[in-house]
């Protein structure tokens, strides 16, 4: 699911001294270079993170001469590593050995307090564990807008980042912290159960009860209203059937005990309608949330990511959107490619300082 860019261009893949930047999730893997070429693959941390490193090894191997990988993450976060510092150092040995396997020398990881690290040690883990939000607040403060709201909607949650003076404007660094300011909303354009949207829908005139069970995700809902397109080679889903309207309708169905003999693909579609407005619900409320409590209040919203439908903007406010500034690729990994351009910065001003 998920994936893009598989066909590099061979005049980027052959340019010399590449940056990429990877943004280890746990569920993708996202790649771009400082070319804006990018390239995803679906990767389930939590089934296997043992072929982290085959993983990172295949998609890397389509770019040529590399000189630095920069890394960002938040697949630490996988229940399949009994604490975050587990799951950190589990990501960080993994980069390293794919990238000595390619012969990269030098391979970084970017923190919350803005800075690239060639070794990670146990008092960084939490600056290092889920950064890439913070990467992208910086490059977008840096080199886009000084002064705005970023909102970058992925496939399992949204960010919500205020930028002032181009800088990441707040003190919150942990998702802990996050969660408690508003600012990371756990809702996704694509893995976001039903159940966790919804506790009731309409449907025959009846307020219906929906079960706590993952019968379906919201992607199912984009689906059926054409935001996400059809695929019957992805089976991805909740439960292993095609990513089309047919299965989609049938999921949705499960949601309040019935299936695709009793619900029409029109109740279906009704029924994605409640399940959109309830996403598109919490993540204004949180918006509110963080707005309510800022200092400023931005006239420039910066759109990312690839869930756009899901966001509803105030008329009056000006919209910078990624896929325009970056292209519809790297747009879509964003903070991959945040990262590569944040090493490039750090590296020169770096090497300006030792001269």
Known sequence: MDSFGNGLD?????????????????????????TKQAHACFFPMWRRPETLKDSLCQSLGLYRDISAIAVVMTGEL??????????????????????????INACYFYGVD????????????????????HALGSYVGQSI?????????????TDIIPIRNGKVATNAQTDYDRLCEGSLVYVGCQRTPVCGLCSWVTY?????????????????????????????????????????????SNRLARMIGLDRRNVSLAQATDIAEQVMRAAQQQIAYSVQR???????????????????DLLKIPREVEVITLTKQMGEEAARGAPSYAAAKQLRRFLESRSNDAS
């Open 78 to 103: 996988a229940d399949c590593f009994i604490d975050r510092a587990e799951g950190v150092f589990h990501i960080v040995d993994h980069t390293r050995s794919a990238a000595a396997e390619l012969g």
């Open 114 to 133: 803005g800075l690239f690290r060639e070794h990670v040690a146990a008092e960084d883990v939490d600056q290092i564990a889920a950064a890439n939000w």
């Open 10 to 34: 061979q005049r980027y893949s052959d340019a010399i001294h590449v940056i990429v930047g990877i943004d280890i999730g746990g569920a993708n893997l996202k790649f771009a270079s400082e």
């Open 290 to 308: 963080l707005l309510s409590k800022m200092s400023f209040k931005p006239t420039i919203y910066v759109i990312s990511g690839h869930g756009n």
């Open 145 to 157: 807008t000084p002064n705005a709201l970023l909102i970058d909607i992925g496939s399992t949650t």
């Open 204 to 248: 025959q005139g009846n307020r219906i009860p929906v079960m706590n069970e993952m019968f379906a995700t919201i992607d199912d809902a984009r689906i059926m209203l054409g935001f996400a397109p059809e695929d019957a080679n992805d089976v991805e889903t909740a439960d292993g059937k095609a990513r089309t309207k047919e299965f989609a």
